[in-house]
């Protein structure tokens, strides 16, 4: 199972879920169907993927948001856009994440980046992530 987070953002950004004062539940397939029927998306929890292990993720999504604002903008892009990549593979038998050590390089064709697509784009680690959880 692997595991990326990133930041990919201009200026202000930020991701809201509201359930109008309801206990959040995990939805089943259909309604995450339906909903991407109906709104041509859906927010679909880590407890629908992990209904066992979302007590185990908790510390480490949090130690990722209390992060979030220390990563670096990205020089390669015209606007003012943040970017940096860290990837986890989560060991069930160890009950625990081990980072993975891979390039991260980056590229898209000119045909889907008519800005900055056809050049190889270098994402900066998340070094500033802690690993003690």
């Known amino acids: 199972m692997l595991f990326q987070l ?5 200026e202000n950004c930020a ?5 109008h004062g ?17 709104l041509g998306y859906a927010h679909v929890p880590s407890e629908f993927y992990l209904p066992n292990e979302s007590q185990c993720l908790s510390p480490l999504l949090k130690k990722v948001q209390e992060t979030y604002q220390a990563v670096p903008p990205d020089v390669s892009s015209i606007g003012n856009r943040f970017r ?6 989560f ?3 160890q009950n625990d994440f081990i980072e993975i050590e891979r390039s991260h390089e980056y590229y898209q064709t000119a045909d889907t ?3 900055d697509g056809g050049k ?5 680690a998340f070094t500033q992530f802690p690993r003690d959880y």
């Open 91 to 93: 060991r069930p038998d």
């Open 6 to 10: 990133a930041k990919t953002c201009s």
């Open 113 to 115: 980046n008519h800005i």
């Open 120 to 124: 190889i784009e270098i994402i900066h």
């Open 15 to 19: 991701s809201v879920q509201i359930n």
């Open 22 to 38: 309801k206990t959040p539940t995990v939805p089943s397939r259909q309604e995450i169907v339906n909903t991407i029927n109906q």
């Open 84 to 89: 940096s990549l860290i990837q986890y593979a």
